[in-house]
């Protein structure tokens, strides 16, 4: 399933009406089937198929999204100096 939000150019956050008139600006532009957006359509009327579509397809603004960093600084780690039988309880000593 197709981003119904895209197909009908609308927010996250429109109401019944906006989406049943964001019907025909879309089938006007031909961008998606006339079935695409229909199904589009029912799926944002239902609500709980709408929730559904809010998790799939999250609108974010990507222009505000700031890379995430770190305060630990991670060392290098020689696989030559690990000793594989330091914590092995079944070799005698």
């Not at 009908?8 to 006339?34: C, F, G, H, T, W």
């Not at 990507?62 to 690990?82: C, H, M, W, Y």
Request: proline content about 5%.
């Amino acid at each position: 399933m197709k981003n119904p939000y895209k197909i009908l150019n609308l927010k996250q956050n429109a109401n019944n009406s906006e989406i049943v008139r964001a019907m025909a600006p879309a089938l006007r532009a031909r961008k998606y089937s006339q079935r695409e957006i229909t199904d589009a359509q029912t799926v944002l009327r239902k609500p709980a198929s709408r929730l559904a579509a809010d998790f799939t397809f999250p609108i974010l603004d990507r222009g505000n999204i700031q890379q995430l960093t770190t305060a630990f600084k991670s060392k290098p780690v020689d696989l030559e100096s690990i000793d594989e039988n330091k914590y092995n309880s079944l070799n005698k000593v």
